[in-house]
């Protein structure tokens, strides 16, 4: 009996010393991060279809997060400069915007949405225009919805053939 107790006694020590999203040297956003390999950024970017409605994990330095809301953060690999923008539930998850510069791991699904040529041609004069999320204001208000129609994946997300890639975000780990 005595030797049942100091093995569950000594199991409880050594759960209590692993980093937790209390503390410790990273905190989980979301359902935090289930998948054990990362997809680099690079491989999403050049063969989208292969992902889209998969769920993925990416590892990166955040390099933008949404000022207003915390609904969203642009995860990048330091190597290239490659990024994608991770977008959370506006008010279920919030990134907090101490967390740029930090590395990070996310996890979601990997989207796209087709702009409409209306919102190619206003994405095309945001961005010769200067970023107005950069005082503290959202620039999603100018992009699509999930269903294509207003707001949802910023003003930094990638761009091909008209579609804007990104992960629909359900956990991350931030590591400080």
């Not at 000594?10 to 935090?32: I, K, M, N, V």
């Not at 809301?69 to 101490?98: A, F, H, L, S």
Request: charged share 25%; aromatic share 6%.
């Amino acid at each position: 009996f005595m030797r049942r107790i100091f093995g569950i006694t000594l199991a409880l020590a050594f759960f209590a010393t692993l980093p937790t999203s209390a503390g410790g040297d990273a905190a989980e956003y979301g359902d935090g991060v289930t998948l054990d390999e990362a997809v680099a950024v690079e491989a999403l970017l050049a063969a989208p279809d292969d992902y889209l409605g998969k769920t993925v994990r990416i590892d990166g330095v955040i390099t933008g997060v949404c000022k207003k809301r915390g609904c969203w953060m642009q995860m990048t690999n330091p190597d290239t400069g490659n990024g994608v923008r991770i977008k959370v539930e506006d008010g279920v998850n919030v990134i907090p915007y101490t967390a740029m510069g930090k590395r990070a791991t996310a996890e979601g699904v990997f989207d796209a949405v087709t702009l409409t040529p209306e919102q190619v041609e206003a994405r095309a004069e945001q961005q010769a225009a200067e970023h107005k999320h950069a005082d503290g204001e959202s620039c999603d208000k100018s992009g699509p919805k999930k269903d294509g129609s207003g707001e949802g994946a910023g003003c930094d997300a990638p761009v091909q053939d008209n579609r804007i890639y990104m992960i629909r975000g359900t956990g991350a780990v931030i590591y400080s």
